[in-house]
């Protein structure tokens, strides 16, 4: 049974950081690509960031690009999500999911099969 722990949410002040981190078991963790998705209240679920099998190949939302960055390590089966310069439209529920999609890089949630269960983040202003 494949499992996705999220953890590293908080609270933190506008323009301040955080690392989430996601461990995964159950599946052969370096053969899959990861993403990370958030949903705030009462919107959809949305892509954040992506990052290949290998972690060579990384790709953001717009809304995200240049403040957050995604890694992997493979000998831990953890992907990372470092968030710095948060805003308070970053609010959110953020999840991890893993992929074995060849375009999940489209972050379409239907290429993910697997997802964490979420870890808050709250951004005050």
């Known amino acids: 049974q494949v499992q996705l722990v999220e953890s590293g949410g908080g609270l933190v002040q506008a323009g301040g950081s955080l690392r989430l981190s996601c461990t995964a078991s159950?599946?052969?963790?370096?053969?899959?690509?990861m993403g990370w998705f958030r949903q705030a209240p009462g919107k959809e679920r949305e892509f954040v960031a992506a990052i290949s099998v290998s972690g060579a190949t990384t790709f953001y939302a717009d809304s995200v690009k240049g403040r957050f960055t995604i890694s992997r390590d493979n000998a831990k089966n953890t992907v990372y999500l470092q968030m710095n310069g948060l805003k308070p439209e970053d609010t959110a529920v953020y999840y991890c999911?893993?992929?074995?999609?060849?375009?999940?890089?489209?972050?379409?949630?239907?290429?993910?099969?697997?997802w964490g269960q979420g870890t808050q983040v709250t951004v005050s202003s």
């Open positions: 999911a893993t992929s074995g999609a060849s375009n999940y890089y489209t972050g379409s949630r239907d290429k993910y099969d697997y």
């Open positions: 159950g599946r052969t963790f370096s053969r899959y690509a």
